[in-house]
């Protein structure tokens, strides 16, 4: 995984609810059996349009995405995150995400920033007016800058850790393994199996 | 203090747990699919692992299959490679699979528990937000992305921090004619998508004991509609009796010990939820959605709301938003959408007391003029016992098509799916846009629901059916 320390770039505002796992990358792109070439699929529907926000040609080469509530909700599907980095988004920013779809993001190494509603609004209406805008994202410092706004955002110790260096989560848990193995020695054995092995 | 049902799951499977850190949890059981495995299959030859254990973990083939001429090659390549990655995959690294064309193969939801695997007291993962469908079993049970797939291939543990928990409690007894679909979607739509987030529900109170299993199952199973990970129901003697003979069931001595245990799994009376929502089941009735996210529902005898009755600026627009997508104007009865699909099927009501409800109010009757009605059972299982009690053939005389089992038209990944415009009454449980194929329009509902809509066109309830102008009469 990448790490992700600090980034400012311009944005894309993004004012919809409820954007769900299936707008971000519908189903039929799920077919694919690699993590990449999914940019093409990043909100298939709405580019459909040629006045949606994303194919404005002064978003082009954006790297922030500022959305509405609940972003990233329904499917589980990871094809959405990778949908967002092959397209070229950094970090997403919106008052709150989908269990999911941030876990998924996290592990990946894009930065999913919860700020309050009243900061996303603010940010969306700045970046609406000024396509040039910048926004900073600081993880080393935990804080979101743009013009005349800056506000500290919150992520747990361990999840920016592994961000800031770039850490592979499995590398870490195998670094475990006799405690694994102390785990499986102890249960029960009238737990379901699936394969006598 | 006594700790939540939840919570003695949780604690039963942590493997290590250190300040800072997220729990690591072990995982009793992983079933894979085709769609979110193969990155996480090819994440592990890079690094030379493998499958820690695949006696835990089990795949089969869902989201693809075609559910129709299933002996004859798949017709779109892309599919077929992901199918044909899978198998590859399962032979390479030694998991058990059951593909298209074997009779355990269906939605991967609808074989853990009708194999026996799903058990309670047990954590439960899959690439597939839908597997809190399983926590109908008092199992710990989420979905995760393709990096956690790889990371419990390799590994059978997942770093992660706990959730709190919300008791969901419906009082009360549901009237004739309202089913578990009905009340999930009651609740979804009183708490929101966004309203269980960060939480294991756990659903309970009289009217959740009184549930079979399979009725249990499809309200944990659209937990994540409400944005909620997992969903649990305590294990009771129903839990038992469905377990008990099952493929992979304890037997003799280990049954009686699981059972021991499973008992044990109950929230103490002392135990404290962060947060608790209570549901009159007494008052509900039967419900569909009319918008573009699960949350958007409304009783059936309801009109379509107005966007401007929404005080909240965002809920306004996307109500906006969702009927300009939908084709419906504000103030119209639900019961004068007229419908050109219906889908009975998929991991929520794909069983098979869904597919006797439906078929209990088509039989004697036809599917309305104009009408496709597509019936999809969660699993050739499943299927082959609809057959055996001849539901098959109630449904085609009433002229729906019944098909093979599969996911299908709940996600139009596979040929099954609505034609942009297309207007559906889905038994399902995302109405999103575009979900059931390009510019298709979903409402979700029960299989009941689902089968009066198809006799009369419209959407509707089996209350509203007159025996006198739709039975085919007697001796004809």
């Not at chain 1, 694919?32 to 093409?40: A, L, P, Q, S, Y």
């Not at chain 2, 079933?31 to 089990?58: C, M, W, Y």
């Not at chain 2, 998991?95 to 064309?101: A, D, E, I, S, Y």
């Amino acid at each position: 995984m990448e790490a992700f320390t600090t980034h400012t770039g311009r944005a894309v505002p993004l004012r919809r609810s409820n954007v769900d796992t299936d707008q971000i990358i519908p189903a039929h792109w799920l077919k694919k059996v690699t993590r990449d070439g999914f940019e093409d699929g990043l909100f298939e529907a709405w580019r459909k349009d040629e006045n949606f926000v994303l194919n404005r040609p002064e978003r082009k080469g954006a790297t922030v995405l500022v959305a509405g509530p609940d972003f990233g909700t329904g499917s589980s599907r990871e094809h959405a995150v990778w949908a967002l980095q092959n397209y070229g988004f950094k970090t997403v920013i919106s008052s709150r995400f989908a269990d999911i779809f941030r876990g998924n993001s996290l592990k990946n190494g894009l930065l999913t920033v919860v700020l309050e509603q009243k900061i996303v609004d603010a940010l969306q209406v700045l970046t609406e007016n000024d396509p040039e805008a910048e926004i900073t994202v600081d993880l080393e410092d935990r804080e979101v800058r743009a013009e005349g706004i800056t506000a500290s955002f919150d992520l747990d110790e361990n999840a920016r850790w592994r961000l800031l260096n770039g850490l592979d989560d499995i590398s870490i848990t195998l670094q475990n393994e006799d405690q694994i193995a102390a785990y499986e020695a102890k249960r029960p054995s009238h737990k379901p199996w699936t394969l006598k092995v | 203090m006594g700790r939540t049902l939840a919570e003695k799951v949780w604690d039963d499977h942590v493997v290590r747990r250190a300040e800072g850190e997220p729990d690591l949890l072990f995982i009793d059981l992983h079933l894979l699919h085709e769609v979110t495995s193969p990155q996480a299959f090819d994440g592990l030859r890079q690094n030379g692992r493998k499958v820690r254990r695949l006696d835990l973990t089990i795949a089969t083939e869902d989201h693809n299959t075609p559910t129709l001429d299933i002996d004859k090659p798949i017709a779109d390549p892309v599919s077929r490679v992901q199918l044909e990655t899978l198998r590859k995959n399962c032979a390479d690294f030694g998991v058990r699979l059951h593909p298209l064309g074997d009779v355990e193969q269906g939605v991967v939801h609808v074989v853990g528990p009708q194999l026996g695997l799903t058990q309670p007291g047990t954590t439960v993962v899959c690439g597939d937000s839908h597997t809190s469908t399983h926590g109908a079993f008092g199992a710990l049970a989420f979905g995760i992305g393709t990096s956690q797939v790889e990371h419990v291939l390799a590994t059978q543990t997942l770093p992660l921090a706990r959730p709190q928990t919300m008791a969901i409690t419906v009082d009360g007894e549901l009237p004739d004619g309202v089913t578990a679909k009905d009340l999930i979607l009651a609740i979804i739509a009183k708490i929101g998508t966004g309203g269980g987030q960060g939480y294991i529900l756990e659903y309970r109170g009289p009217a959740i004991e009184k549930l079979s299993m399979e009725a249990r199952m499809t309200i944990c199973n659209m937990s994540i509609e409400a944005g909620a990970r997992a969903g649990m129901i305590a294990p009771d003697e129903t839990t038992f009796e469905y377990l008990k003979g099952r493929p992979h069931a304890p037997e003799g001595a280990e049954w009686d010990a699981a059972v021991e245990y499973w008992k044990t799994l109950r929230t103490d009376d002392d135990a404290v939820f962060d947060a608790e929502v209570v549901i009159d089941g007494a008052a509900l009735s039967p419900f569909v959605t009319w918008g573009t996210n699960p949350g958007q529902g409304a009783p059936l005898s309801a009109d379509v709301p107005d966007p401007a009755s929404y005080e909240d600026a965002s809920e306004r627009l996307a109500a906006e938003k969702a009927l300009e997508y939908m084709g419906l104007e504000a103030g119209q009865s639900l019961r004068s959408i007229k419908v050109d699909t219906v889908f009975v099927g998929s991991c929520t009501n794909g069983r098979i007391e869904d597919l006797r409800a439906a078929a209990e109010i088509v039989e004697g009757r036809k599917v309305a003029d104009g009408v496709r009605m597509l019936v999809v059972p969660g699993s050739v299982r499943v299927g082959l016992q609809a057959v055996s009690e001849g539901l098959d053939v109630v449904f085609k005389e009433a002229g729906a098509e019944w098909r093979h089992a599969g996911c299908s038209m709940c996600l139009g990944m596979n040929p099954d799916q609505l034609a942009p415009g297309e207007r559906s009454a889905s038994t399902s449980n995302r109405n999103f846009e575009g979900r059931q194929g390009k510019g298709g329009r979903t409402h979700l509902v029960s299989p009941q629901v689902a089968a009066a809509t198809a006799v009369l066109g419209h959407l509707a309830s089996p209350a509203d059916l007159s025996d006198a102008d739709t039975r085919t009469p007697a001796g004809v």
